[in-house]
């Protein structure tokens, strides 16, 4: 009841406002269970996919806007689990791995549609980044359900970090066909099977978003151009603190 509101007001919003692109809405099952695999651009993909879809969908959510104290607190929570959020706690990386899987699996297995990111994280340049082995794969190989990939474009250009209002325009968003894993179901243990189910679904991603591809996690480049701006910003520091000692000498020595 919740959800239905909540996606008649926010889905029925986004659409009016932004008026999303679709293509390949006939991929996605009218019913029974599928796994909805897509790149991750931006925060807002978590609401402009579900509000194209006449199905709920569910996707992983920290555990803490469930439980934030107060008003403000109380409305985040309603706000998310009306959205079709699910809570996770994400304390300690391998507990928070493992919580989300069992949840993705509890999802699927009652027969309904499960949203993950199999870059763990969102692209911190708009290139695709290679995909997480754990969660996908084993959600998929613990229940034989398809894996529908998908493709949101241009959603992290409607709100750019620092930029407080989003601007209006038209995102995308291209569905592709499911992908039948059956074959390798209950071989979720398999480290091999895991990376290759990965990274074919990756490639279908890729082929649908027409990114470029990095291989690398993008948990990693993210603390590759975190270290690039703190070294800038010291170097920058140190640069100032020559000039302003220059300055400095040269005053002295002008006086004197």
């Known amino acids: 009841m919740i959800y239905g509101a909540m996606k008649f007001s926010i889905g029925g919003s986004l659409k009016l406002a932004f008026r999303p692109w679709v293509e390949g809405l006939e991929n996605i099952p009218e ?24 199905r709920k969908v569910t996707f992983i959510a920290k555990a803490e806007y469930f439980t934030s104290p107060g008003v403000k607190g109380k409305l985040t929570a309603a706000f998310f689990k009306g959205v079709g959020q699910l809570p996770v706690d994400r304390s300690g990386a391998r507990g928070a791995g493992e919580a989300a899987i069992k949840a993705g699996i509890q999802v699927v297995e009652s027969g309904n549609l499960f949203g993950i990111y199999p870059e763990g994280t969102r692209s911190p340049d708009g290139r695709l980044y290679r995909g997480k082995p754990g969660g996908l794969a084993r959600v998929a190989l613990a229940t034989g359900a398809p894996v529908i990939p998908v493709a949101m474009i241009d959603t992290e250009k409607i709100q750019p970090p620092g930029q407080v209002r989003p601007k209006l325009m038209r995102p995308g968003i291209r569905i592709g066909k499911p992908l039948d894993f059956s074959r390798y179901q209950g071989m979720d243990g398999d480290r ?21 591809y990095v291989d690398v996690y993008a948990t990693a480049a993210k603390r ?15 640069e100032r603190k020559q000039a302003a000692a220059s300055n400095e000498n040269g005053t002295e020595r002008s006086g004197a």
């Open 224 to 238: 590759q151009l975190a270290d690039e701006a703190k070294a800038k910003a010291e170097e920058a520091k140190r």
């Open 31 to 54: 019913r029974g269970p599928a796994i909805l695999a897509s790149n991750h651009l931006s925060f807002s993909d978590s609401f402009f996919l579900p509000a194209v879809l006449d």
């Open 192 to 212: 091999f099977i895991l990376r290759s189910v990965t990274d074919e679904v990756m490639y279908e991603i890729m082929k649908l978003s027409g990114q470029e």
